[in-house]
């Protein structure tokens, strides 16, 4: 028994600090997404996100910017793995929980 409870508390420890590499990953990476609009016939770019209530578009310019896409999808990635491994560790806490007789 002593083996598995020292199994769980090293795969607790494991995901909290996976969560909070992520955490902070998610911190610094932009939000929102990339939107191209077209006017007179030319493309536009315009980074677009929520502060609050408000949607902000900021623009871009004419070229399609790749490094903020891409910082954004590796951001999108990094909410669904903190999604993942924040239910990895419920089911940790639950299984510590259970006491038997």
Do not use: C, F, T
């Amino acid at each position: 028994m002593k083996v598995l409870k020292n199994i769980l508390q090293e795969s607790e420890q494991y995901y909290r600090d996976i969560k909070r590499k992520l955490e902070r990953q998610i911190r610094v990476l932009p939000r929102g997404g990339v939107k191209m609009r077209k006017i007179a016939g030319r493309s536009y770019y315009y980074h677009q996100y929520r502060d609050g209530e408000k949607v902000i578009h900021k623009y871009l310019g004419k070229e399609r910017p790749e490094e903020l896409i891409q910082q954004i999808k590796k951001r999108k990635s990094s909410q669904e793995e903190l999604k993942k491994v924040k239910e990895a560790l419920k089911i940790i806490q639950r299984s510590k929980g259970r006491k038997r007789g």
